[in-house]
């Protein structure tokens, strides 16, 4: 008799989870068509561009511009008398302080101009010291640490913010190290470069699924300075639908 009550339980077990794996199932589908509901009302911005620099046609930077909070490493020869250190730090107001030898304004100067200077101003110097020195500085700056050079991730990502440009970095680059959500719509991703004020907008529609399904490198862009890499994404999701799509 207790078996059979047993059975019967089991069995009355059954439909009950039928029933509740059904259910999960209608749920999550359910959720992925409310998602591209939602992802549907969203535009998508931006415009394919094939003469832009990207994947497999890179492009070289121009010449490095100094900036705040740059640290230059800077050498005299022969030394300069009480030469303070190697390294320098562009300060907030464009300059290097030299020590004895004065500040030097180096902001918007490439690493070449930013030598020529240091160089005028050295041998300037000796030359008021002593008429008649035929001492001449010769100087070398180059950079030891760019901090004045990023790109931004924004959007629905795990870590938005800025990252620092190498120049090497791609759309594909940015959007996994800024890292998806689950709420995100990377097939809404678009970048937008900074451009002169007055100028046309720089809006580039960015083909994710081209780009991660058949490596397809049209608009996998070089990450230029500046440039803002947007991931567009909707509401995030509930408790309850989180647990059902995991």
Not at 65 to 86: G, S
Not at 165 to 181: C, P, R, T, Y
């Amino acid at each position: 008799m207790l078996s059979m009550v047993a059975r019967m339980l089991s069995c009355s077990r059954r439909p009950l989870l039928l029933s509740a794996s059904v259910a999960a199932v209608t749920m999550s589908g359910c959720h992925e068509l409310a998602r591209n509901h939602k992802a549907s009302k969203i535009p998508q911005f931006g415009t394919v561009d094939a003469h832009q620099p990207a994947e497999l046609r890179k492009v070289v930077y121009p010449s490095y511009v100094i900036e705040a909070p740059d640290e230059l490493e800077i050498a005299v020869k022969p030394a300069f008398p009480d030469w303070p250190t190697a390294t320098f730090v562009v300060q907030p107001d464009g300059a290097v302080d030299l020590g004895f030898a004065g500040d030097v304004f180096v902001s918007g100067l490439t690493l070449t101009e930013a030598r020529e200077r240091i160089a005028a101003q050295l041998n300037a110097l000796e030359r008021a010291r002593d008429p008649q020195s035929t001492t001449n500085y010769r100087v070398s700056v180059r950079l030891a640490n760019g901090q004045s050079k990023y790109y931004y991730v924004i959007g629905e990502v795990n870590t938005p913010g800025r990252f620092k440009v190498n120049g090497n970095e791609l759309v594909l680059d940015a959007i996994v190290q800024a890292g998806l959500k689950s709420n995100s719509l990377p097939e809404k991703a678009y970048l937008v470069r900074p451009h002169p004020l007055g100028g046309p907008d720089l809006v580039y529609r960015i083909d994710w699924c081209g780009i991660r399904d058949r490596g397809d490198t049209l608009t996998n862009y070089q990450i230029m300075p500046g440039d803002r890499v947007v991931v567009p994404g909707t509401k995030p999701p509930g408790l309850l639908k989180s647990l059902i799509s995991n």
